[in-house]
């Protein structure tokens, strides 16, 4: 039987959807019995989603003009 | 042959459309946007000089981006690259040490309270082995096997790496929630 242990060890590749069907489904199936490690999984997406969105900025007009020209050549 | 290779206007196009991209990756791996801006520059005029080894309908923003680590290496870590160790901090999980301070509200609710700034320092606080693959995996949503092409690592490599960063990133992101009052410390505050 999955623990928690076995869960926690997974969440890096679940988050990541790095996990198979198979795996996913045996996670999911410890995660809907198991209020802690869904509110750990809940938790580790959030920051997962929280590093994706804080760098968000676009490169400088003059920066892609110049790419431009340099890719023209 | 001809469908191996990318007509030259084709393949610029595609190139410019991963620049957002690979400036900021190059803004996190330099932490100096005149630096990003070189680096990114230097990375699409070796991209052009080699772009008959591209071949056309394969990952292109996994070429160009390994294209820049290794510019990015070379020219800035040369002498650190034998230096650069990576410290075991141990397990640590902001869910553990906040996990009185959630209470029943939604677990998510204290991210929401971390300024985005903050988030950008702590990964740019992180060494730059474990800076690139959260950069990789996390900004830009590389697959771990993708990952481990531009790093020239197994995936297991990536995969270790990858939980050492964000155990040092929710580490630096507690210090900072408890400075800040975002969290109280917790009942299990650390030792």
């Known amino acids: 039987m999955y623990d928690c242990e076995n869960c926690v060890r997974r969440l890096d590749q679940l988050v990541d959807k790095e996990l198979s ?3 996913v489904e045996e996670v999911h199936l410890h995660l809907g019995a198991c209020g802690d490690c869904t509110r750990r999984y809940r938790f580790q997406e959030g920051l997962k989603r929280l590093i994706r969105v804080s760098g968000s900025e676009r490169a400088p007009d003059a920066l892609r003009e110049r790419l ?3 890719l023209k050549a | 042959m001809a469908d191996q290779q990318t ?3 084709e393949f610029s196009e595609e190139a410019i459309g991963h620049l957002d991209a690979l400036y900021r990756g190059a803004l996190r791996l330099t932490r100096d946007p005149d630096r990003a801006q070189d680096l990114v520059q230097d990375t699409y005029a070796r991209a052009l000089r080699y772009q008959h080894s591209y071949q056309a309908g394969t990952n292109m ?3 160009l981006f390994a294209i820049m680590r290794n510019l990015y290496w070379d020219r800035f870590q040369k002498a650190n690259r034998e230096a650069v160790s990576i410290d075991d901090i141990g397990e640590f999980a902001l869910y553990d040490q906040m996990r009185d301070d959630l209470g029943e509200g939604p677990e998510t609710e204290v991210l929401d309270r971390i300024a ?3 988030v950008v320092d702590a990964v740019e606080k ?3 082995l474990h800076r690139e693959v959260v950069l990789l995996v996390d900004v830009e949503g590389f697959a771990y096997k993708d990952a481990a092409k531009i790093l020239e690592v197994p995936i297991g490599t ?4 990858l939980h ?3 155990q040092q990133l929710q580490k630096d992101l507690f210090d900072y929630a408890v400075e800040s009052g975002i969290v109280g410390g917790g009942l299990n505050s650390r030792s």
């Not at chain 2, 990536?158 to 790496?161: D, L, N, P, Y």
């Open chain 1, 21 to 23: 069907g198979p795996e």
């Open chain 1, 68 to 70: 431009r020209e340099q």
């Open chain 2, 7 to 9: 007509e030259p206007a």
């Open chain 2, 61 to 63: 923003k996994a070429w």
């Open chain 2, 116 to 118: 985005r700034s903050e």
């Open chain 2, 126 to 128: 992180l060494n730059p």
């Open chain 2, 158 to 161: 990536v995969m270790s790496r």
């Open chain 2, 164 to 166: 050492r960063a964000r």
